[in-house]
């Protein structure tokens, strides 16, 4: 007997409620779709995984899932009795970032001085590009004034994260992406508020002051966290060093409770009193938690790794699956053209991107990264802030749709990409070929 392909066998089962899923809409019962319409995507979720090149979409077509289920069910996705899942988003988002700095540390910072004129490109067309762009389209299409600035949001966020597996997939230049994204990242709290102020203003009132806070509490507190986590878990960095990193970390820290005390107009207590809870959750805790789980889990880093990205994707998905439910009611009005909207706003940042690096001279290697790093968004953030407005159910429309948008797009572009290595790469093949012929 032979042996039973379990992916193939989902792929079966896909296509039979992909057909029931078309004859129920072609026969008007739309509403009675959801059930065939998510088991399609949760088969097709399980098949890709059996086949090389498209298992890099089985997480997306999660996101498919869970998106599909909050729009036929969303009273499931919004609240369970008076607790409203809303709440959920900041605190994870602030996870996601705490997984991503503890994946880093000031090294990975020696890229700004190693190229500069990539970082500079790259940093510079991520926040002239995608911002000009979303202003265009809402100003171009008749969205209501709330789902413009949303889109104009997506626009002005740094670099998702998801950028630098797009790199690593395409044969990109890795180190550049993860500079690019970093540095976009670290700047956000005083660029995406102000161009946010300038370009969508006029849309939705936006508090500078205000958003800057919620961008480094949501952001950049985490990723500091994430860093001393780093510190302490891997342990190498000696006395001096690793004095001088806490020592950088505690400034930033009391500079985000400056802005505290200008946002909210608190006085000297009041600063205190955030000082020291900034202090004890991204300070202190950090430390305590690296020695912990060093201690429990004998130094294993890879399992660690992997416990924390599975943590974001899986909040990844929990952000998109609320935001979705929330604006279901929104999101049927527009949905069509704000996901064709979005699709042109996130294929016009690769373009651009890859276009002006190739403009300024670069190598093909960094062209695919200034094109990923200037068309993915950080979907989560815009997420975040569109709550922090009260305003998640319209404003946090185009985030919410971006982002899965960006991973089926970004996966598709890395894919063609990896089959076609860059002239760089074929040449150092090359290179070596001959070396080890003369040999």
Same mark, same amino acid.
């Given at each position: 007997?032979?042996?039973?392909?379990?992916?193939?066998?989902?792929?079966?089962?896909?296509?039979?409620?992909?057909?029931?899923?078309?004859?129920?809409?072609?026969?008007?019962?739309?509403?009675?779709?959801?059930?065939?319409?998510?088991?399609?995507?949760?088969?097709?979720?399980?098949?890709?995984?059996?086949?090389?090149?498209?298992?890099?979409?089985?997480?997306?077509?999660?996101?498919?899932?869970?998106?599909?289920?909050?729009?036929?069910?969303?009273?499931?996705?919004?609240?369970?009795?008076?607790?409203?899942?809303?709440?959920?988003?900041?605190?994870?988002?602030?996870?996601?970032?705490?997984?991503?700095?503890?994946?880093?540390?000031?090294?990975?910072?020696?890229?700004?001085?190693?190229?500069?004129?990539?970082?500079?490109?790259?940093?510079?067309?991520?926040?002239?590009?995608?911002?000009?762009?979303?202003?265009?389209?809402?100003?171009?299409?008749?969205?209501?004034?709330?789902?413009?600035?949303?889109?104009?949001?997506?626009?002005?966020?740094?670099?998702?994260?998801?950028?630098?597996?797009?790199?690593?997939?395409?044969?990109?230049?890795?180190?550049?992406?993860?500079?690019?994204?970093?540095?976009?990242?670290?700047?956000?709290?005083?660029?995406?508020?102000?161009?946010?102020?300038?370009?969508?203003?006029?849309?939705?009132?936006?508090?500078?002051?205000?958003?800057?806070?919620?961008?480094?509490?949501?952001?950049?507190?985490?990723?500091?966290?994430?860093?001393?986590?780093?510190?302490?878990?891997?342990?190498?960095?000696?006395?001096?060093?690793?004095?001088?990193?806490?020592?950088?970390?505690?400034?930033?820290?009391?500079?985000?409770?400056?802005?505290?005390?200008?946002?909210?107009?608190?006085?000297?207590?009041?600063?205190?009193?955030?000082?020291?809870?900034?202090?004890?959750?991204?300070?202190?805790?950090?430390? @305590?938690? /690296?020695?912990?789980?060093?201690?429990? +889990? #004998?130094?294993?880093? %890879? *399992? =660690?790794?992997?416990? $924390?990205?599975?943590?974001?994707?899986?909040?990844?998905?929990?952000?998109?699956?609320? @935001?979705? /439910?929330?604006?279901?009611?929104?999101? +049927? #009005?527009?949905?069509? %053209? *704000? =996901?064709?909207?979005? $699709?042109?706003?996130?294929?016009?940042?690769?373009?651009?991107?890859?276009?002006?690096?190739?403009?300024?001279?670069?190598?093909?290697?960094?062209?695919?990264?200034?094109?990923?790093?200037?068309?993915?968004?950080?979907?989560?953030?815009?997420?975040?802030?569109?709550?922090?407005?009260?305003?998640?159910?319209?404003?946090?429309?185009?985030?919410?749709?971006?982002?899965?948008?960006?991973?089926?797009?970004?996966?598709?572009?890395?894919?063609?990409?990896?089959?076609?290595?860059?002239?760089?790469?074929?040449?150092?093949?090359?290179?070596?070929?001959?070396?080890?012929?003369?040999?």
């Amino acid at each position: 007997m032979k042996n039973i392909n379990p992916y193939k066998i989902a792929i079966g089962f896909a296509l039979a409620f992909l057909l029931t899923t078309l004859s129920m809409v072609f026969t008007g019962n739309l509403a009675s779709a959801g059930p065939f319409l998510i088991a399609f995507f949760l088969s097709m979720a399980i098949a890709v995984r059996g086949f090389t090149a498209f298992k890099g979409f089985a997480y997306t077509i999660w996101i498919f899932t869970a998106v599909t289920a909050s729009m036929f069910y969303p009273q499931y996705f919004t609240s369970v009795g008076s607790f409203q899942f809303k709440t959920l988003i900041i605190p994870l988002l602030q996870v996601i970032m705490f997984g991503m700095g503890s994946q880093m540390s000031l090294d990975d910072f020696t890229g700004v001085i190693k190229m500069p004129k990539g970082v500079l490109i790259g940093v510079g067309s991520h926040y002239l590009i995608m911002p000009l762009v979303a202003f265009c389209i809402s100003r171009i299409f008749n969205f209501p004034p709330e789902i413009s600035a949303g889109i104009i949001l997506i626009g002005c966020v740094p670099s998702g994260l998801a950028s630098n597996v797009m790199s690593y997939i395409s044969h990109a230049n890795l180190v550049l992406a993860v500079t690019i994204g970093a540095i976009s990242t670290l700047i956000s709290p005083f660029v995406t508020p102000f161009l946010m102020k300038m370009l969508g203003g006029q849309y939705i009132e936006v508090n500078f002051w205000s958003m800057m806070l919620d961008i480094l509490n949501m952001i950049i507190l985490p990723i500091v966290a994430g860093f001393i986590f780093n510190l302490f878990n891997k342990g190498k960095e000696n006395f001096k060093s690793k004095m001088i990193q806490l020592t950088i970390f505690l400034m930033v820290i009391l500079l985000t409770d400056l802005v505290y005390m200008k946002a909210k107009q608190a006085d000297l207590n009041g600063f205190m009193i955030a000082v020291a809870k900034s202090l004890s959750w991204f300070y202190f805790l950090p430390m @305590i938690l /690296a020695l912990l789980l060093r201690h429990f +889990l #004998k130094g294993d880093k %890879l *399992l =660690m790794g992997k416990i $924390l990205s599975l943590i974001s994707m899986v909040g990844i998905a929990v952000i998109i699956t609320i @935001i979705t /439910a929330t604006g279901r009611d929104s999101l +049927l #009005k527009v949905g069509a %053209l *704000l =996901m064709v909207t979005s $699709l042109l706003h996130n294929v016009a940042g690769y373009s651009l991107g890859y276009g002006v690096s190739w403009l300024f001279g670069m190598p093909e290697k960094d062209r695919r990264t200034v094109a990923f790093e200037v068309g993915m968004q950080n979907g989560g953030l815009a997420s975040g802030l569109a709550l922090q407005m009260g305003k998640m159910a319209t404003v946090g429309l185009a985030p919410a749709i971006f982002g899965p948008l960006m991973n089926v797009t970004g996966s598709a572009l890395a894919s063609w990409w990896r089959s076609k290595p860059p002239m760089e790469i074929e040449n150092e093949e090359v290179l070596k070929e001959v070396i080890t012929f003369n040999q």
